[in-house]
């Protein structure tokens, strides 16, 4: 039995990662720890945990940590993570890190985005980037596996394909994507209180979102080339689920049934990529680890929609996905 | 033209205020106040209103209140107002109050239920309480009214006709009533943090509600005996309107017929008043100043159904509606 | 490993049917089934369960069934299941219900409520009525299990304790609920047309409602006296939970202290029923099997809150406590 | 007075034109058709208009459509609308038609998109296009005005500055929107059930919608060249209102703030049009008549975002707008 700590447990990535901990048949939860203000009962913090788990989340004692668990599940926001991780390592645990610390191999472009020094290069340097699709071979050896940004998740299964066989001009993609108000956190706001975002869409991070530069390095490493993407998020009135609508121009006609073969090859042995023969909707992935991708053409262009659950697949999910890695075990195991 | 004058216009029910008269043939907003910290363009407090209105919102000046403005809507909450009221009124203006200083007659239930000692019971005594409907030819020679609340005004719409008609048992009274979110005003907290809202639903103010001693005051006045009345209101995950379910025993048995056409009678020269045969929906008054009611028989009791906005009919369309009486206009003039 | 059918697998309650199955340890779908116009891949039908479940729902063939399944979870709505349900017993399964037809032990009742003759007395007579916290000990031997409504089950938990006990009036209660657009079913109709339900509240089934008699069967069989409920349902604008907040007339003055002592007692060793101290909301439960109640007093009266999943412990997930109790596991198998 | 008929006028759009031209000062509805079954009072058809319109929906008869009326609205479908508006003209009236049958110039594109052969050509050939703040000029002296498609609307005031001064690369559009279920119209399907469509976001009508050739010829007058358009619209779970986001490529680098001012001078005498400098919300225009637009600059591409109401600016409202314009009144009168 895999003894799993969550180090921030009182956010949604946080109650996410409980309830799939909990139906996991090889991983039971051991140690909750968050900031003194939001310690107290599971149930009490979150009431939908009543009856079905009985820890409390606590304020992190290192050495306590260090003698129940195996791995920790790091919840904690950017520029926090970074204090901690070294720290959990330093305890003998694997660590599956949820902020954006340990993402961006280049430092600068790091502290260029988040206005903060990198403080834990070295681990930076170590870290896998826990995208099993993509880079699976990495994982399974790391002790620290940085788990991908929701953006990222759907994005780069949407174009992968495309980018390893080079079928694409490197600098031609546009990735429009909306989220559920789920992915904006836990914390109060003028526009995510209830009566300014329902039945409200808008953009954000216009040519500043942080997830911009995660998914071109994504896309460079699998391209083997220098990749740039314009990325637009939006976030509409719902509570789960990013849609990605992702064009790109190929570099020579393209038929949408090479395409889909393309796709289904690429992805043929991945349990939880499924190619899709007509445009996917939220409703098909919300509460699943899956992504769903669906490609053709119009008019010439490469048009890929891909949707996942951002706070399964685009977080909690996908974490479980990297620790059966990590720990040898089949990979959707104790996920849905 | 008549001018009106908002105080506090950078909440809800002041936005809902400056949209109905800018619409309005015979008023035409003069003076916008706020605490300095919500002042500015109107367009920039509330982007819906860029090319609809260049005012600005600014902090209030008495001497320019009494020069500007013949009617101030006061859209401050309780307890502010009452501080205010009397400085209104004595600019020379008629006020018209949305909070609760002027509502309970009894000053000794408004402190128990607002935990703040009565500092105006002069003007307390003078106040009007506009449910036009119900109290008409006392608002129309008043110069302060106190605009109602938004539950009171749905649940005393259902059941007026039952209580003047004395056909009901005096303490059988349950009204149970879901509100939309934009009832709780526009400061951003935890329960009304939009992933927590939506899709939710829950009961709130049990026991406790302010709104509670409000209606008791309006039924006991209209059935001139002491009515008691169970309230329980709950939220629901929409923008606005109120659905308030009616449960009363009636002293004798009491056809489904003969309760419609009493209630025909009752509302048959009430313009926003309209009975129907079957259960309204709130998107049939959402956007307007109506109230829907539906009243029948099942098992022997009486249930009536009724729907209104919360923000218009339960707020700022209500005062429009007793503006218009103040001044002598129709009374539907300028609302929809 | 218990080999599970499901008969009418393509509506709403056979798809969480699915879904919770393929999470159950010591369960296995084997069979599923529905009428021809609504047969093909699993994946085809319900695109969310692309990958996880590699079935056909095909039309019923009795032999197959018998050869494939220990038990049928019967999806088929009222007045087709008691067609159905004789040949499944025949064919040597136990049998687990989700219509109405073998829940009102009074042929009488269900005739007059459904508007047809009932065609199997006999196992009407035999079957089990499917709510475990109140009729445990009926359910362990029957081979067939009456399921229980999705109101009725969120009403009857919400004021059990009162009526075992006889504290209130036997025909003092109000069941005011409000349920999530899913339990409409999956057949378009213009009330649930999306752009008429979104942002819509309103009652429903007036005094005719069929869960009206299963609550008082109910409730009467725990008092051990006659009781009679007033039901009033409503739909909003989500998609699942059920909201119940029942009014009763207590014989004595009882506190609000005391209910709670009462029901912690009552509910002390029931898994799936959490007693709360403030109101809950749909979110708590909404995905789970679990009911939270919240009894407590108002001016004099009870009022107790009740949330559930309509399609969980309202329909799917009771349905498994109850295969659960049937085949001797522990009753929260497979269940969260 | 001008004597408004609305024909078709049992469905969202017609119910959208007597909202707004019940609030006008210079119309008034006097003839209001549909299709037999679809008849009745106004007040049964659409319940939210008791009390407001005392009128019924007629089938049609065209002498007394011709002794009524002064202008006709027609709201039917595509392909029924060009059997009826030659009648219409006949009967005397000015016409604004709401469907797609008099927008595209080349016949043959409306028979390769709409699959029927134009039955009138010579109406065609004739008629405005009714888009004020482009082609306003042509409006005026016509008696048949072609009411734009929502998605052309917003899409096309969201880049018109752009073309007219050839900024940018006319094969280079794309225009990615988002619109709200409203825009499907009344009649129940699938897609549309509210536990389908609820918290659910997809793509539809790739490659193939009937907006995408109607926006390339709006972009193609207006550049003078030949524009080509990549379209690809996408519904969310929210009533009313379309985003479209729509990205270019400059011909030349051009910052954001020349950008702001070119939009600024562009529509700087525009009532409905709005320049924003931040990314406008679906709830800054919802229930208005306005368009919002924010052009930006994001790594070397234009990006536009626009917002409108589908039923308000890319319907009903913009048919005001139309009539202001055909009858020589204020643009904006009766719209807010």
């Given at each position: 039995m895999i003894r799993v700590a969550i180090i921030g447990a009182s956010g949604y990535t946080g109650a996410e990662s409980i309830k799939i901990i909990l139906q996991h048949s090889r991983a039971k939860l051991t140690y909750l720890t968050a900031i003194p203000a939001e310690c107290g009962a599971v149930e009490d913090v979150f009431p939908?945990?009543?009856?079905?788990?009985?820890?409390?989340?606590?304020?992190l004692e290192l050495g306590k940590l260090a003698e129940l668990a195996d791995v920790a599940l790091c919840c904690l926001p950017h520029k926090v993570s970074m204090e901690f991780v070294p720290k959990l390592l330093n305890a003998g645990l694997k660590v599956i890190d949820f902020s954006a610390d340990y993402r961006l191999k280049d430092a600068s472009v790091y502290e260029k985005f988040y206005a903060v020094k990198h403080t834990d290069p070295d681990n930076l340097a170590r870290a896998a980037f826990g995208l099993p699709e993509l880079f699976r071979e990495q994982i399974a050896d790391a002790d620290l596996v940085a788990n991908p940004g929701c953006f990222p998740t759907g994005a780069s299964l949407a174009i992968a394909p495309l980018l390893e066989e080079g079928l694409i001009e490197p600098d031609s993609i546009i990735v429009n994507s909306v989220?559920?108000?789920?992915?904006?956190?836990?914390?109060?706001?003028?526009?995510?209180?209830?009566?300014?975002?329902n039945e409200n869409l808008f953009a954000y991070g216009i040519g500043t979102h942080r997830h911009m530069?995660?998914?071109?390095?994504?896309?460079?490493?699998?391209?083997?080339?220098?990749?740039?993407?314009l990325f637009q998020p939006h976030v509409g009135s719902f509570d789960r689920g990013i849609l990605s609508t992702v064009y790109s121009q190929p570099k020579e006609d393209i038929s949408a049934e090479r395409l889909l073969e393309l796709y289904h090859d690429f992805y043929s042995s991945e349990p939880f990529v499924q190619v899709r023969r007509e445009a996917p909707g939220l409703k098909d992935v919300v509460g699943t680890n899956y992504c769903h991708v669906f490609p053709t053409v119009v008019k010439g262009r490469v048009v890929c929609f891909s949707v996942i659950d951002n706070l399964v697949k685009g977080a909690s999910g996908q974490a479980v996905q990297n620790m059966n890695i990590l720990f040898g075990l089949k990979e959707n195991l104790g996920l849905q």
């Open positions: 939908q945990f009543r009856g079905r788990c009985d820890l409390r989340i606590e304020p989220t559920g108000a789920s992915g904006a956190g836990k914390n109060p706001s003028v526009k995510f209180h209830f009566p300014n975002m530069p995660e998914m071109e390095q994504i896309a460079s490493e699998i391209a083997g080339t220098e990749v740039r993407i």
